[in-house]
């Protein structure tokens, strides 16, 4: 679902990501870990296109990522953040139903799919409510809501449960989860809490100093010293 060869990338001129490869299979779930300041942004923003320049081939789906239209990419590339990011002014299903007005569908459809997804991540009831009025929780599951609506192949969560207590950081895992399941949704989550992947195990990747580890990078320790 997603391959990516010898990717790199800079800002102004200093390395945030060294020749990169990674290929994540249609319907995994995998885990990415790494100090602050290590690339996991910066990695899961290339591959919404929220950054265009890089060096290296990315594709999505087959499909080479710099030849994708953005709407194109927005469609097939969901993105939920840290801070939610919902429209305060707006209805929990009004900020669900954007997504869906942005890729130009009748409104009368983007209703009653928006309703569909809120249902799925178990907010029915509450379409007319506010996000002040929601639980850090719950405006997470509406930022999923929102993140479904299109139906996309690969939903991308950078620390999705960053503000949360643990165990609202675990329901929202768990839906992550049962999502991925059900729906076949690729799912690259990025987390720095071990302890919730210990309790829902996949394949983690470790990224340290803008280079991708299948397993976490020798800390320093010499055991054969
Ligand atoms: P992580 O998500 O792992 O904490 P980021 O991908 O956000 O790391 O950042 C990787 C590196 O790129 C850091 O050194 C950070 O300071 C730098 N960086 C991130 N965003 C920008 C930006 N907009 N302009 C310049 N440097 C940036
Ligand atoms: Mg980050």
């Known amino acids: 679902m997603i391959r990516i060869r010898g990717l790199s990338h800079s800002y102004a001129g200093r390395k945030t990501l060294s020749n990169l490869d990674l290929d994540i299979a249609p319907g995994e779930f995998v885990y990415l870990q790494g100090p602050s300041g290590s690339g996991k942004s910066t990695l899961l923003r290339i591959l919404n296109r929220q950054i265009d320049r890089f060096d290296g081939d990315i594709s999505i789906d087959g499909q080479p990522l710099k030849r994708m239209a953005r709407h194109e990419v927005r469609r097939k590339v969901a993105t939920i953040h840290q801070s939610y990011e919902l429209i305060e002014r707006k209805t929990v299903l009004e900020n669900v139903s954007l997504a869906g007005e942005v890729q130009g569908k009748p409104p009368a459809t983007v209703r009653t799919e928006s309703r569909a997804c809120l249902s799925k991540v178990g907010l029915a009831g509450k379409e007319e409510m ?59 989550m990025v987390t720095h809490s071990s302890e919730l992947v210990r309790s829902f195990p996949a394949r983690t990747l470790f990224m340290k100093g803008g280079c991708l580890h299948a397993h976490e990078p020798d800390t320093g320790t010499l055991l054969h010293s």
Do not use: H, K, M, W
């Open 130 to 188: 506010f996000p002040q009025q929601l639980s850090g929780g719950e405006q997470q599951r509406v930022a999923i809501a929102r993140a479904l609506l299109n139906g996309p192949a690969v939903l991308l969560a950078d620390e999705p449960t960053g503000n949360l207590d643990p165990d609202n950081a675990e329901r929202i895992l768990q839906l992550l989860r049962d999502l991925n399941e059900s729906e076949g949704t690729t799912i690259l």
